[in-house]
């Protein structure tokens, strides 16, 4: 992420705020979202509801994407895993906000992805 000189100036906590802000405004997070829907109203995708299959192959994706950026960040700085574990811990429930299941789960499966980075970091160092 390229940071303009504006963004120099700004605290890491004011940065995070405003990455963690665009993304609820842009459709990565709906507050409504959040709300537990009852399983009666089997709710549909814009394009209809998914199928079995289709959610089958989006489970795969997404752990054949999870495991890309586990080896990606195998070779990342030491820096930018901090900069992760500093944003899970932001979007952690943070005092006065609601904590929503959803986000306290991405904060642990970003801390775990963290983790697992530095498993393959400690045992390349080794060989």
Do not use: C, Q
Not at 15 to 40: C, D, L, M, Q, T
Not at 46 to 72: K, P, Q, S, T, W
Not at 80 to 98: H, K, N, V, Y
């Amino acid at each position: 992420m390229t940071v303009g000189k504006e963004d120099d100036r700004l605290s890491r906590e004011e940065i995070h705020r405003r990455v963690i802000g665009r993304w609820e405004n842009e459709g990565g997070s709906v507050r409504a979202w959040h709300r537990e829907i009852p399983a009666e109203a089997n709710p549909a995708t814009v394009a209809g509801e998914i199928g079995d299959a289709e959610a089958a192959n989006i489970r795969v994706r997404l752990i054949a994407i999870e495991n890309i950026i586990v080896a990606l960040l195998a070779n990342a700085s030491d820096d930018r895993l901090e900069l992760i574990r500093e944003m899970a811990d932001f979007i952690s429930p943070r005092p006065g906000m609601t904590p929503h299941r959803l986000t306290i789960e991405a904060a642990r499966n970003m801390l775990a992805i963290v983790e697992r980075a530095e498993h393959y970091r400690t045992s390349r160092r080794r060989h």
